[in-house]
């Protein structure tokens, strides 16, 4: 029969295939060796060509054909010439006991796999996977928490709802993460800051956070030079809520447990309802307006959220603390008691709020964004029971 001409070729540079030790449809075991004429002395720094022996070092590669493939190095030991040193070679495409170009892949699937899945695509460990992914993400974040940082935004998110929560550190300039702190706690915070040192703080002018008395003591701390800004759509929060409160009183019709409880025409405009007015559709406007004709004060609930709304419509301060002033005014008088707590906050974090006009109108919205990957990464591996392992993981896909 005739012999096949094709001969291997792994295209990796510097690397020269000298044989094939086993090529079998499962397997592929080639021996290779490098191409680079001397190494340089790790002691004394010299360039050392002698060579002294050859050692065999197995190192896994990516699969050529969909066969498992592993690279048998012919690896050299060089004598120094200036100080009778003995020394191993290195090489630039190989990583401990794989390919550099393989550990880039394993990395790679880890961001859209679980790590058991690609270790058992790759045939390799899932400690090892694990120790290349936390090496990796570790550099990511050096290098992101090294670069200046001008807008900072901060915000929660859940690695296991209702029980642990992780602090997300975001670089608006960049939009990048730089870090995920285990817990929402002030202490949580002021550790990052800390880690970070005076001189990188002092460089953040603006910080955004939810209204979150934890995060506000900690920035009051380390960031006492930026501006505090309460994340807009938080506040739109708080906002609806009162108007719901207010909605749910009304739809009650009878008692609970009897049928039907609720007034379904109040219940089904409940989305309708938390619409800016400039945005609702001629249809949204009838069925509001039939509705408010038949409850006056779901009518001054929708009043008073779209003063609210104006707080952010408002052209500068000014125009804003007209806006409160005309959203307090019918709160004092007792109507609508859903909006007291309301009132209460706006006024405990007046500053903040009100800052928003002066650093540029930032929002959260990046890091909200950021939090939608992070419940998909969460998802996709199945949950995770350690923070680090997590953190690693978010950093290197967002
Ligand atoms: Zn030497």
């Not at 004429?37 to 969909?66: A, T, Y």
């Not at 706690?185 to 955004?208: D, I, T």
Request: glycine content about 6%.
């Amino acid at each position: 029969m005739a012999r096949d001409v094709m001969s291997v070729r792994l295209h990796l540079p510097q690397i020269r295939v000298v044989g094939v030790v086993e090529d079998t449809p499962g397997v592929l075991v080639v021996e290779v060796e490098s191409t680079l004429r001397r190494v340089r002395c790790p002691v004394c720094g010299f360039g050392c060509r002698r060579v002294h022996g050859r050692r065999q070092r197995r190192v896994r590669d990516l699969e050529v054909s969909g066969r498992r493939t592993t690279l048998v190095w012919l690896r050299r030991r060089f004598v120094c010439d200036n100080c009778f040193e003995r020394c191993v070679e290195d090489h630039p495409a190989f990583e401990g006991a794989m390919t550099r170009r393989l550990a880039q892949r394993l990395v790679a699937d880890a961001k859209v796999m679980p790590l058991r899945a690609v270790a058992r695509r790759h045939g390799v460990g899932w400690h090892q996977i694990n120790a290349l992914v936390l090496a990796w993400s570790a550099l990511v974040a050096e290098r992101r928490r090294s670069r200046k940082c001008r807008v900072l935004l901060v915000d929660e998110t859940s690695i296991r709802k209702r029980h642990r929560y992780v602090t997300v550190i975001v670089n608006a300039d960049t939009g990048r993460t730089l870090a995920m702190v285990p817990h929402r706690s002030a202490a949580a915070l002021s550790g990052f800051f800390a880690q970070q040192g005076r001189k990188w703080c002092k460089q953040v002018k603006v910080v955004v956070t939810d209204g979150s008395p934890a995060y506000r003591a900690a920035v009051a701390v380390h960031l006492g030079y930026a501006r505090h800004v309460l994340d807009r759509f938080h506040v739109i929060r708080w906002f609806s809520t009162g108007l719901a409160a207010v909605r749910r009183d009304i739809q009650r019709r009878q008692p609970q447990g009897s049928e039907p409880a609720f007034d379904p025409q109040v219940f089904k405009a409940r989305l309708a309802l938390l619409k800016r007015a400039d945005t609702l559709t001629d249809a949204d406007r009838a069925r509001l307006d039939a509705l408010f004709d038949a409850h006056p004060r779901l009518k001054a609930g929708w009043q008073a959220l779209q003063e609210l709304h104006g707080l952010y419509l408002a052209g500068d301060r000014d125009e804003a603390l007209e806006a409160l002033g005309r959203f307090c005014d019918p709160c004092q008088t007792g109507e609508l008691p859903e909006f007291h707590d309301i009132v209460d906050a706006l006024i405990e974090w007046s500053d903040e709020f009100h800052d928003w006009h002066h650093a540029g109108r930032p929002s959260n919205g990046r890091i909200e964004g950021t939090n939608n990957l992070l419940q998909v990464l969460r998802r996709t591996a199945r949950g995770f029971t350690n923070p680090h392992n997590c953190q690693a993981r978010g950093l290197l896909i967002t």
